[in-house]
Structures are given as C-alpha cells and as structure tokens.
C-alpha cells in the first residue's frame, strides 16, 4: 500500500514508482529522499509481474499489479475486513523523476490546510484526507521522520509515548543512524482503525497525523471512525478505489511494461 500511495501522488497511478535509475535518468522516484531507503517491496511485484507474463503476456500493466497488490493487502492486514473490487486496465507510465517526489508527496510535517490542499490536487477530499490516514496503522518509520516532535522540542504528543520514542531514536538522526519504530505501538501488523484511537489519545509520530484534531470537521471523522463499527474499513475500501483511478494514462503516454523496471523498448 505504500508503494501505492507514493505512486500516485506523482504521475498518477502508473508504476512510475517502479523505474529503476537510468543513464539518462539517474534519479528516479524510488531513489528521492521521501522514498529512498524507506520504500521496499519491488520484488513482490517484479514476482507477480514475471508470473503474468508468462500466462498472458503483455496484458497486465504494472499499474494493475499495484492496485491489485494494495487490494490484497487490505484483505489480509484487516483479517477480511476490508474487501473489494478493483478494477482493471491501468497504463504504465514512462517518466519518473526524484523532483517530483519532493514537490508532491505530503511530507509529514504538514499541518492540516496543507495536507487538505495536497489532496485537492489529486481530487481527493478532506473525507479522502482521513481515512487514507489510517494506513498508518501499519508499516514503520525512520526516526528522523519525527525528531522535530521529540523533547526539548514543542508538540501535543504524550509524554510517555515521546519517552518511549526517546529511547529508541538518537537525538540527531542521520543517513548512518536512522533507526525506525512502527507507526502503531499496539497493533503494528493490522489494518485496523486503532490508528484513531492512537490520534485522540495523541500516540501518533507525524505533524500530519496530529494535524487531524486541528479541525472540528476532522476531528468529527477521526472519532466517527474510531467508535462507529465498519464505518472506517468501508469507506477505505471506497477511497482505494477512487484513489487507484487518479491521472491514469493513455495509449499516447502509456503502455504495458514487459518488466516493472524499465520502460519498453
């Protein structure tokens, strides 16, 4: 699912994500600082997209891979909670760039018109905002991706889970010394909707998670989603499917990659 995310907030959903480095483009999406060392998983889909080919070559996109790799994990990380269609005919793209990941991934130091702005751009809505936000109850996080919330520094987080980070973090992270901790203390493998519960009681690592008790409106949907049974997993099910069909290709920028990795010939 991260892989996911960080693919289509750049060229839409077209596996641009995927493209190694190139004499002629040396710096990638993968390789960008919001992706690079953090983002893994290609081989997952260079294992799928190798099975398909040999089936039904050339039918598949490594666009559709993607989509449908998130659809599985959702299943699977929410014990069958979450469950639906994704539909197919996705394009791969044929341009990645290591700038773009800077210009549009949401960085986790954003407050929350930032954030609201951020998804705008990709037709997403503040209701989009909060329930993609839960993804973060799975998955890990380098340290330096929330020193800045730590002690002396100002911020709401509690106490004890800024003491808790404190002692699994250095003070002054760095490329050689930048441990991570998963993002959900309580139930760090499943898709679940603790990640609500974690923003009220103020657990939470990001800046943009916090972000989301900045507004009544948001504020509303967090506990909405924290109390209400089933409400969270349906409504994440709706907002994958919608975000899965941002910006996709055509024949005219498109294709079918015979590997994730390289464009075609």
Not at 38 to 53: C, M, N, P, Q
Not at 136 to 164: E, K, Q, W, Y
Not at 168 to 173: E, L, W
Not at 209 to 228: C, F, G, H, M, Y
């Amino acid at each position: 699912m991260c892989v996911r995310a960080r693919d289509v907030f750049l060229q839409g959903c077209d596996a641009s994500v995927l493209l190694d480095p190139t004499a002629a483009n040396p710096q990638p999406e993968k390789l960008s600082p919001p992706n690079f060392p953090s983002l893994r998983g290609f081989e997952v889909i260079d294992a799928a997209k190798e099975a398909l080919e040999k089936v039904c070559p050339g039918r598949v996109s490594c666009a559709d891979i993607i989509a449908f790799a998130a659809r599985d994990a959702s299943f699977f990380l929410s014990r069958a909670r979450i469950n639906f269609r994704m539909p197919a005919g996705r394009l791969d793209g044929r341009v990645s760039l290591s700038s773009e990941a800077l210009d549009f991934l949401p960085p986790p130091f954003f407050n929350l018109s930032q954030l609201v702005d951020n998804f705008k751009a990709k037709n997403l809505d503040e209701d989009d905002l909060v329930v993609l936000s839960g993804a973060h109850t799975i998955g890990v996080s380098h340290c330096s991706s929330f020193t800045d919330r730590l002690p002396p520094n100002p911020s709401d987080m509690n106490p004890a889970f800024a003491t808790l980070l404190q002692s699994k973090c250095p003070v002054s992270p760095n490329f050689t010394n930048d441990p991570t901790v998963v993002q959900d203390i309580v139930t760090p493998n499943r898709l679940d909707t603790r990640y609500y519960t974690n923003v009220l009681k103020r657990n939470v690592l990001f800046t943009s998670d916090a972000a989301l008790l900045s507004s009544w409106r948001t504020a509303r949907k967090v506990v909405e989603n924290a109390l209400i049974p089933r409400r969270w997993e349906s409504k994440f099910a709706r907002a994958m499917v919608k975000m899965a069909a941002i910006e996709l290709k055509t024949a005219a920028n498109g294709e079918i990659r015979k590997m994730c990795r390289v464009v075609n010939n």
